[in-house]
């Protein structure tokens, strides 16, 4: 391993010789801590043929690790000021390829299929911004490739809400949603003051390995049910699902099919009632 860029000295020294503030528009905070780095990129590469796609590598850190255990790591940055300092910090790296291109926009499944298509096992990694987390990992959940694990650090409270259990005030139809499609598993908690700049909030890592969905259920139409039962927080299942249906008879009549008392609260209901509840009427609606 030659220099470790994860550290305070060398973040400095890096952002000095290249004359670079963070941007906060990009969501940019460093990570200065190694061992973080390390435990991170130990997590998310699979396999001993693992490729990474990697989002937003800011100026290495995290790339460093992902290059040493991973055979390939494709790196996606929007900073067009970035390049000229990957190319120094990670020019020991020769499996290391960086496209200039928003995350936003690259067509994930056709990436995943050409990377399997080589024989690779792929996986995703990155310390998002948090600026757009959400939208980063809906794109990946349905993008319908084949994705091993998706090993992500993001703001604390935004990690508290997708992995949340029922009868927590975090737990909302993001989380039901994200536990239909994914196993989740929590790898580590990060303090704010392993970064440059110092962000404002803790950071969770989180891992999401993708479910195959249930064949008899159409996505579109549980998720519609799920947000649906969850719009007014402080109402009965009976009052949103009623409103849902429009036609609060059926609804409870429903509800008691699925074994759900129509007095209780979305936020006590786990994703298999959700699903028992779509069932009774066989497409949720
Ligand atoms: N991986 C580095 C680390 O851990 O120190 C930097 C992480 S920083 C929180 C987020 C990075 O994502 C920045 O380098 C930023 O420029 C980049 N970024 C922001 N928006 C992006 C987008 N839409 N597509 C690709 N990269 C993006």
Not at 137 to 153: D, P, S
Not at 216 to 241: D, G, P
Not at 245 to 250: D, G, R, T
């Amino acid at each position: 391993m030659k220099e470790v860029i994860a550290t305070p000295s060398r973040t400095k020294e890096l952002l000095e010789r290249y004359e670079l503030r963070a941007k906060k528009n990009y969501g940019q905070n460093f990570l200065v801590e190694p061992g973080i780095v390390e435990k991170m990129a130990r997590h998310a590469v699979v396999s001993d043929h693992c490729a990474v796609i990697e989002i937003g590598p800011g100026i290495g850190a995290l790339s460093q690790f992902l290059c040493t255990y991973a055979k390939r790591v494709i790196a996606y940055e929007i900073d067009t000021r970035l390049p000229a300092v990957l190319a120094d910090s990670l020019s020991a790296y020769d499996n290391f390829e960086l496209r200039m291109q928003d995350f936003l926009s690259v067509d994930v499944k056709g990436l995943v299929e050409s990377l399997c298509a080589q024989g690779y096992d792929v996986a995703v990694a990155a310390n998002l911004p948090y600026y757009i987390t959400t939208p980063i990992l809906f794109r990946l959940f349905e993008a319908n490739a084949q994705i091993a694990a998706i090993t992500v650090m993001m703001q604390k409270e935004v990690a508290d809400r997708f992995y949340a259990q029922c009868n927590t005030k975090e737990y909302n139809a993001l989380s039901v949603i994200t536990q239909y499609r994914c196993d989740i598993t929590p790898i580590m908690k990060i303090p704010r003051n392993v970064f440059m700049p110092r962000p404002q909030v803790d950071s969770t890592v989180l891992q999401f390995r993708l479910k195959p969905g249930l064949p008899h259920i159409q996505e579109e139409r549980l998720f519609a049910l799920i947000k649906a039962c969850f719009k007014q927080r402080r109402k009965t299942i009976l009052n949103n699902y009623g409103t849902f249906l429009q036609n609060k008879e059926i609804a409870e009549s429903r509800l008691k099919q699925a074994g759900i008392h129509p007095t209780v609260r979305s936020e006590s209901l786990g994703l298999a009632d959700f699903i028992r509840l779509y069932e009774v009427n066989g497409n949720g609606n």
